[in-house]
C-alpha cells in the first residue's frame, strides 16, 4: 500500500519506517518506486534488513530521484555480519547514485558493515555533489584507504557541513590527510572523529591542523588517547581559533597537566561554549586550573567534568570561581571525589551566581555539610533548574535544609535524591515541602530508605501539589499500607507519575 502511494500520488512527504522489518525485497520495492515519486522528502529506513540488494535499488532511485532531501540507511551495528546490513556492494550503489543526484541534503548510512572498498565510492562522490550538507557514516569497518579518500575529498567539496566518522579506524597515516584537507576546508562546520584510534600522533596533527582551520565549530576527539603534549596543542588552537565552539575531549589522558594548558588558554577564549573533560584523570592542580578559568572566562555555557579526581580542594577553587562566574549553564562534576569542603563551596557559590541552571554532582561524598549548604542556598537561589545529588550520603536531616528551601523556591524543576540515605523523616520534610512548592515537576527519590510513614506523608502532599508531574520511589522499603496511599493518591491525580518497582 504504501509504495503504491509512493508510486502512484503525491501524499506523503515524510516516511517514518524505522525498525519495521523491512526486508530486502521490501526495499526492492521502495527503490523502484523512489525512481519516478516526485513528492516524498524524508524517508528513514534505520534499523531494518535492507542489505546490498536493498541499497543497490536505492541507490539506482538516487540517480534519477529529485526530491528526496533525507535519507536515513542506518544498520544495526558493524558486528552484525549478515545480509541486514549494508556491505560494499550496496555502499557503491550509493556513492554511485550521488554522483548524480542534486536533490539529497543528508545522508545516514551509520551502523552498517561498509569497509574501504565502499567508502572509496561514497568519498569520490563527495568530490562532484554539490548538494550533501550532512553525512553520518559511523560505526562501520573504514580503514585507512576509505579514510584516506574521505581526506582527499574534503579538499575538492565545498557544501558539507557535517561529517560524521565516529568509530571507524582512521589511524596515524590517514589522520594526515584529514588534516590537510581541514587547512583548505572552509565549509565542514561539524566533525565527529570519536574512537577513531587517532593516537598521539593522529590527534596531534589534526589538532595542528584545527590552528589554521576557518570552518569547524564542533570538534569530538573523544576516546583516541591523546595525551598531554596533544592537550597542549589544544591549548594554542584555543589561543588563536576564532571559529571553535563545541569541543569534546573525553577519555583523552590529558591529566592535570594538559588541563592546566588547556584552561589557561580558555582565560581570554571568546569562541568556546562547550567543552568535555570527562574521563580525563584529572585531579587537584588540574581542578584549581578550571576553577581560575571560570574566573576569568566569559563565554563558556557548558563543562562536563565527569569521572575525574578533582577532588575536594578543587572543587572548593570551582565552587569560589562560580560566586564570580556569569556564563556557565551546565556543570557536570560527577564522580570527582568532592567531599564536605567542595560540596560546601559549590553549594555557597549558589548563593551569589546569577547563570548556573543545571548542577550535577552525582557519586561524590558531599554528605551532610555540602547537602546543608546546597540546601540553604536554594532558598537565595534564583536560576537553578536542574540539581543531581544521587550518592552523596544524604540522610534525613540533610533531607530536611534542603526541603525547607523547596517551600520558598520557585525555579527548581527537577532533583535527583537516588541513592542516599533518606528515610520517613527525609521523606516528611519533602512531603511538607510539596504542599507549598509550585515549580518542581519531577523527584526522584529511588533506592532510598523510605517506608510506609514517609509514604504516606508523600501521598497527603499530592492531595494538594499539583505541579508535580513524577515521583520515582522505587527500591524503597514501602509495604502494602504506602504502596495502597500512593496508588489512591495516583488515582486522584491523574496527571503524576509514581514509579514503585525496583
Known sequence: EIVWILSHTGLI???NLYDHKIEVSDAKVIGEALKSNKSLRNLNLNYNNLGDEGANVIGEALKTNTTLKKLHLGGRGRYIIDYTNIGNEGAKAIGEGLKRNKALTHLDVGNNYIEDEGAIVIAEALKTNTTLLQLNIEDNKIGNEGMRCFGKALEENKTLKDLNLHYNDIGQKSAVVIAKALISNTTVARLNLNYTKLGEVGTK??????????????LNLDNNNMGPDVAKVIGTVLRNNKILSQLWLRNNEIGDEGAVVICKALRNNKTLTQLSLEENKIEERGGAAIGEALRHNRMLAKLYLEENKIGDEGAKIIGEALRYNKSLHILNMNTNDIANGGGRAIGESLRYNKALTELYLQDNEIGYEGAKYIGESLRENKVLVVLNLNSNKIGDEDTKIISNSLKSNRVLSLIHLESNKIGDEGAKGLGEALKFNNTLTRLHLYSNY???EGAMFLSEALEVNTTLKELDLG????ED?????LKQAAKENPKINISLYT
Open 13 to 15: 512527504i515524510d516516511l
Open 205 to 218: 596533527v589534526i589538532a595542528k591542523a584545527m590552528k589554521r582551520n576557518e570552518g569547524v565549530e564542533y
Open 450 to 452: 523510605v517506608g510506609d
Open 475 to 478: 527500591d524503597n522499603e514501602l
Open 481 to 485: 499500607e504506602g504502596w495502597e496511599a
